[in-house]
């Protein structure tokens, strides 16, 4: 049986697609490479197209024995979707219940979907357990929740089973050194912070210090992205055993603040890393924490780099080897 990653050429879904090959599972990276690159598809077949595109995913699910989909391609900007709301909407639900739909056609019913922590909107409690009330502050964790509630429906009415994971602060790269974050443009705290150590960026923006917190910057939960890759295997095999549509958060239970960051990124790659301090970005939560003790529970998910300084390491290791990403671009 083949598995279908939709934006397996991106960053976390790169690194699910490797673990998956190294598993020995047969995998089809299908991407528009928006933000994909084809370096990352670890020997998967690659397919270039548009979940949108229901014919192209119909060619595709008739050609292989596909049982189920990993399903990343989205996008994820918070700032953009707030701009352009309607991109997200298009792009997040509408193209992802065109690919449900050929799913549904194909008799193909298990899906591990990347949920986001910003389907919660700012907590009421810390660590936020999976059942925290749900109050998005933009249309791209609306958009995230909508999938989550769509597919809750589908399986009452369909039997399509699936698991959304929550992801917290995906960061890290493969251990390796083969494949690692690249996005352009960059939004993602640790690569802008890096950037500055390799001299690529003058200065990092510090978006608020007058925080609610113990050095007056946000604080978040950085979760390697192998970690997650692991999640999606474990999420597999329980859906191959027959488990129910779940939702399960993916952090480390630790809160890190943005000045933490840049002393570690600092330490890590041994270079001083200027800040500047700017205003808050609204919609910004203080503090976004996980508890994972649902999936540590009943999948029995172990994260293998919980701690931020690896974390930074295999970051800095991918960055300060590939410091215009895969292709230079
Ligand atoms: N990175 C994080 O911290 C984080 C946190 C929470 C949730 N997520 C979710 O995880 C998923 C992956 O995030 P990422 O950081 O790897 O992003 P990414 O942009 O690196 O990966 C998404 C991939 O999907 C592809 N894609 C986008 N639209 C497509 C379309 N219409 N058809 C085919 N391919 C398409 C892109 O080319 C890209 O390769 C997203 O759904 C995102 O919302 C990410």
Same mark, same amino acid.
């Given at each position: 049986?083949?598995?279908?990653?939709?934006?397996?050429?991106?960053? /976390?879904?790169?690194?699910? /697609?490797? &673990?998956? /090959?190294?598993?020995?599972?047969?995998?089809?990276?299908?991407?528009?490479?928006?933000?994909?690159?084809?370096?990352?598809?670890?020997?998967?077949?690659?397919? !270039?197209?548009?979940?949108?595109?229901? +014919?192209?995913?119909?060619? #595709?699910?008739?050609?292989?024995?596909? =049982?189920?989909? &990993?399903?990343?391609?989205?996008?994820?900007? #918070?700032?953009?979707?707030?701009?352009?709301?309607?991109?997200?909407?298009?792009?997040?639900?509408?193209?992802?219940?065109?690919?449900?739909?050929? &799913?549904?056609?194909?008799?193909?019913?298990?899906? !591990?979907?990347?949920?986001?922590?910003?389907?919660?909107?700012?907590?009421?409690?810390?660590?936020?357990?999976?059942?925290?009330?749900?109050?998005?502050? +933009?249309?791209?964790? @609306?958009?995230?929740? &909508?999938?989550?509630? !769509?597919?809750?429906?589908?399986?009452?009415?369909?039997?399509?089973?699936?698991?959304?994971?929550?992801?917290?602060?995906?960061?890290?790269?493969?251990?390796?050194?083969?494949?690692?974050?690249?996005?352009?443009?960059?939004?993602?705290?640790?690569?802008? /912070?890096?950037?500055?150590?390799?001299?690529?960026?003058?200065?990092?923006?510090?978006?608020?210090?007058?925080?609610?917190?113990? =050095?007056?910057?946000?604080?978040?939960?950085?979760?390697?992205?192998?970690?997650?890759?692991?999640?999606?295997?474990?999420?597999?095999?329980?859906?191959?055993?027959?488990?129910?549509?779940?939702a399960y958060n993916l952090g480390n239970g630790n809160g890190y603040s943005v000045r933490e960051v840049i002393a570690m990124a600092e330490e890590v790659?041994?270079?001083?890393?200027?800040?500047?301090?700017?205003?808050? @970005?609204?919609?910004?939560?203080? #503090?976004?924490?996980?508890?994972?003790?649902?999936?540590?529970?009943?999948?029995?998910?172990?994260?293998?780099?919980?701690?931020?300084?690896?974390?930074?390491?295999?970051?800095?290791?991918?960055?300060?080897?590939?410091?215009?990403?895969?292709?230079? @671009?």
């Amino acid at each position: 049986m083949a598995v279908l990653v939709t934006g397996g050429l991106g960053y /976390v879904g790169s690194h699910a /697609v490797k &673990m998956l /090959v190294e598993r020995g599972e047969s995998v089809i990276s299908f991407d528009d490479l928006a933000f994909g690159h084809t370096q990352a598809a670890s020997g998967s077949k690659v397919v !270039i197209g548009d979940i949108g595109d229901k +014919n192209l995913l119909k060619k #595709v699910f008739s050609t292989h024995d596909i =049982d189920s989909v &990993m399903h990343f391609a989205a996008f994820a900007d #918070v700032g953009e979707s707030v701009a352009d709301p309607q991109k997200y909407y298009i792009t997040n639900i509408s193209k992802s219940l065109a690919l449900l739909e050929v &799913m549904l056609e194909f008799g193909v019913k298990q899906m !591990i979907f990347s949920s986001s922590a910003a389907t919660f909107g700012e907590p009421e409690e810390v660590p936020i357990p999976e059942d925290h009330p749900k109050n998005p502050t +933009n249309p791209y964790g @609306r958009s995230k929740l &909508m999938l989550e509630e !769509i597919l809750k429906e589908y399986e009452h009415a369909y039997g399509l089973r699936s698991i959304s994971f929550r992801y917290f602060n995906a960061s890290g790269a493969d251990p390796s050194g083969l494949i690692g974050e690249d996005h352009k443009p960059e939004h993602h705290i640790i690569p802008l /912070v890096l950037q500055v150590a390799l001299g690529q960026r003058d200065k990092f923006s510090i978006f608020g210090t007058d925080w609610p917190t113990p =050095d007056g910057t946000c604080v978040r939960d950085y979760v390697h992205v192998t970690d997650l890759a692991q999640a999606h295997v474990l999420g597999l095999g329980a859906l191959r055993k027959g488990k129910a549509t779940t939702a399960y958060n993916l952090g480390n239970g630790n809160g890190y603040s943005v000045r933490e960051v840049i002393a570690m990124a600092e330490e890590v790659s041994g270079k001083k890393i200027a800040a500047v301090e700017t205003d808050r @970005r609204p919609g910004d939560p203080a #503090v976004l924490v996980a508890s994972s003790k649902k999936i540590i529970e009943e999948l029995g998910w172990k994260p293998a780099y919980p701690e931020l300084k690896t974390i930074i390491e295999t970051a800095w290791n991918w960055h300060s080897q590939h410091p215009n990403g895969y292709d230079g @671009r």
